[in-house]
């Protein structure tokens, strides 16, 4: 944990002991008794039922384990599903009146998009499949939306460098 002391500043706890706290401060390490000595966290903290630790780690560390529960895409890893060939591309959406600017958009941004669609989409299946209050008859309806959805979104399934990763039709 990093802490701050009020005489030598920033610095890491590195031991615990139940008479002091063995301090690494950037000009060494340092025993310190962290009730007389005014030490505070040099970062907010959280605590769960007896769990302390410093507020990103936990943040970091749920957002972590939400991203993968739910699917989703990392940004590093937006452009692996696209096809070779789109990559580095761009759309251009061109309006009718010439006298119009057109749109272009980073065809691998457009991609990411879409796939953290189809990745929502796929959570919203899941979630209904699990669902304990809706009856079978509404699990079915609610999976012919996702259906026709997927099948709205076929159309783009030529940016996809492999097949498993398309949206169904």
Not at 105 to 134: A, G, P, W, Y
């Given at each position: ?66 991203v993968e529960r ?59 499949n699990t669902s ?37 039709g």
């Amino acid at each position: 944990m990093d802490i701050v002391h009020p005489q030598y500043g920033r610095g890491t706890v590195k031991a615990i002991n139940e008479y002091a706290a063995e301090i690494l401060f950037a000009d060494g390490r340092k025993p310190v008794d962290p009730d007389a000595s005014e030490v505070v966290p040099a970062e907010a903290s959280a605590s769960l039922a007896g769990l302390s630790v410093p507020l990103r780690a936990f943040i970091e560390q749920t957002v972590e384990v939400m991203v993968e529960r739910l699917g989703l895409e990392r940004p590093e890893g937006r452009v692996t599903e696209l096809g070779r060939r789109w990559q580095g591309g761009k759309m251009v959406i061109q309006p009718a009146d010439p006298g119009l600017q057109p749109k272009e958009v980073e065809l691998d941004v457009f991609f990411h998009k879409l796939v953290m669609m189809r990745n929502q989409l796929r959570v919203l299946e899941q979630k209904i499949n699990t669902s304990e209050t809706l009856t079978s008859a509404e699990k079915f309806d609610w999976q012919q939306y996702i259906t026709r959805c997927y099948g709205s979104m076929t159309t783009f399934n030529l940016l996809f460098k492999d097949k498993e990763g398309q949206f169904g039709g």
